[in-house]
């Protein structure tokens, strides 16, 4: 995260309540222009033309039911100075999964979510979100995203319910403040005032401030960094009840359990282009990758003294063990037992498992030169 992506999460969640605060005024005032809106964050960028009606109409217009496309990207670029920080990346998101956007730090991703949030425009490419151009749409628009950033701040002096009651007031439709209670858990929480929440429960607290206003699309930035195993389960849980209900989930994460568990898909991004993108089964040709055997060989033995197919396939792990990859783990397995029988040898902590998400990642993401 960057100190500029710092700036959008004390701003972003003020320009979205006051877009949609000054969207309803909007509706109650003719003469307040539905546009109106906190500049994006791309303030040194050159002005951009103005959206044309058909774009605002299309913006404004309620959700086309039967378009499965959220998001959709192609050739997208951004640079910052020299720095292409994005290098030409497609992307789709369909409505009602899951998209799990990962990366290592400085890859890309805030960029990009800052794009399809609206809070910067692109340099090149074509970019939709909910059917408009996201840093030119009007605020209608604005009301169907909900944004639940990494830092946000707890409304001073006001409880759990108020703090709802709050954002709910700022959108035409909202959702009802005891059910988005209900969806978080917050329930028996909501007398309690925000700044006593514990760091799980106020996380929930911004998730719920996200839905209140009953949005299509919710960007979920690294939503769980710092909790503890049982808050994060409590977390995944809420994340995959959005699904539930119909909505479209863009989370970026550095927790690759974070993402086998929730995402029906993932697209990992390392220094600004797409190097992979599929199911948390498919990523990478993952599924194809070979197995790997495991055990530790008793003392006094050397790999060297494997049958020589094996001995080929063997490398140490660096703690104690041999590793294998097998792309026949029956035939593997069974020449390991019988070359282990005939010594006497008991491999009696012998593992087989499939490439984790994350060897996956570390694969596609390390270069050639950090490897060496
Ligand atoms: P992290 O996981 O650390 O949050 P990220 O994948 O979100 O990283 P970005 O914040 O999008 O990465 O940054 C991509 C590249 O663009 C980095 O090299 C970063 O230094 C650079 N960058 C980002 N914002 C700016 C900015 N406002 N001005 C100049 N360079 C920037």
Redesign the pocket.
């Known amino acids: 995260?960057?100190g500029?992506?710092t700036a959008r999460s004390v701003t972003g969640m003020l320009t979205n309540s006051l877009d949609a605060a000054v969207a309803q005024r909007g509706a109650a005032s003719p003469a307040q222009p539905h546009t109106a809106s906190a500049p994006p964050s791309d303030t040194a960028s050159p002005p951009q033309p103005k959206a044309s009606s058909a774009q605002s109409d299309a913006a404004s217009s309620p959700p086309p039911g039967p378009d499965p496309l959220v998001i959709s990207i192609h050739a997208l670029r951004k640079r910052?100075?020299d720095?292409e920080?994005v290098r030409g990346i497609d992307l789709e998101v369909r409505r009602g999964e899951i998209f799990a956007f990962l990366?290592?730090?400085?890859?890309?991703?805030?960029?990009?979510v800052e794009i399809l949030e609206g809070f910067r425009h692109a340099d090149a490419g074509a970019v939709r979100v909910l059917g408009a151009e996201p840093w030119r749409a009007p605020s209608a628009w604005r009301e169907r995203i909900g944004i639940v950033l990494q830092e946000s701040e707890a409304e001073p002096g006001l409880t759990v319910r108020e703090c709802l009651q709050l954002y709910a007031g700022y959108y035409r439709a909202p959702r009802g403040v005891e059910e988005t209670l209900a969806l978080v858990a917050l329930h028996e929480q909501a007398d309690e005032r925000a700044t006593a929440l514990s760091g799980g429960q106020r996380r929930r607290l911004d998730v719920a401030l996200a839905l209140v206003g009953d949005p299509e699309l919710i960007f979920l930035d690294e939503p769980t960094t710092g909790f503890d195993p049982s808050a994060r389960q409590a977390a995944w849980a809420v994340i995959a009840g959005l699904r539930e209900i119909g909505k479209t989930v863009f989370l970026t994460t550095?927790y690759m359990e974070e993402a086998e568990r929730l995402a029906d898909r993932i697209a990992i991004?390392a220094a600004g282009e797409i190097v992979a993108q599929g199911t948390p089964q498919t990523l990478g040709d993952r599924q194809l990758a070979g197995a790997h055997i495991s055990f530790a060989l008793p003392q006094g033995t050397a790999t060297p003294e494997l049958p020589p197919a094996l001995a080929a396939a063997a490398r140490p792990d660096g703690a104690g063990r041999i590793v294998l990859t097998s792309s026949s783990v029956a035939a593997d397995l069974h020449a390991l037992s019988e070359w282990a029988l005939a010594r006497g040898l008991d491999l009696n902590d012998l593992e087989v498992a499939r490439p984790t998400l994350e060897d996956t990642y570390l694969k596609l993401t390390t270069t050639d030169q950090q490897r060496s």
């Open positions: 995260m960057t500029d992506a910052y100075g720095r920080a990366g290592p730090n400085g890859a890309g991703k805030t960029t990009t550095h991004i």
